[in-house]
């Protein structure tokens, strides 16, 4: 019913930027909000940043001032803007799109985009 594609991912260098793009398809006209999480190998899967319908954001702390979150509606996509990143930035970042709220939410996620960071 909803298709969610990540895209803008690839290999840069310690404080290069990114800009990743979420895209949200099909029965979309009730996205809640939509996250970006990333999961590092052998690690937790870890709130990014996230965006509500009404166009309120929120950042994890260790992303605040250097990642910024944006939102095109007639597009049903959202952005991530990363900015002087880091090698411990490194991860797979997955675009989580919620239809509804809690608790009959439904959730769908992408993916996956690959972020590699050099030092």
């Known amino acids: 019913q909803v298709q969610v594609v990540e895209s803008g991912g690839g290999l840069v260098q310690a404080g290069g930027s990114l800009r990743l793009s979420c895209a949200a398809s099909?029965?979309?006209?009730?996205?809640?909000?939509i996250g970006w999480y990333r999961q590092a190998p052998g690690k937790q899967r870890e709130l990014v940043a996230g965006?509500?319908?009404?166009?309120?954001?929120n950042y994890a702390d260790d992303m605040k001032g250097r990642f910024t979150i944006s939102r095109d509606s007639t597009k049903n996509t959202v952005y991530l803007q990363m900015n002087s990143l880091k090698p411990e930035d490194t991860a797979v970042y997955y675009c989580?799109?919620?239809?509804?709220?809690?608790?009959?939410?439904?959730?769908?996620w992408g993916q996956g985009t690959q972020v590699t960071v050099s030092s």
């Open positions: 989580k799109v919620v239809i509804g709220s809690r608790p009959y939410a439904t959730v769908y």
């Open positions: 099909g029965s979309t006209f009730s996205i809640n909000r």
């Open positions: 965006i509500g319908s009404d166009g309120s954001t």
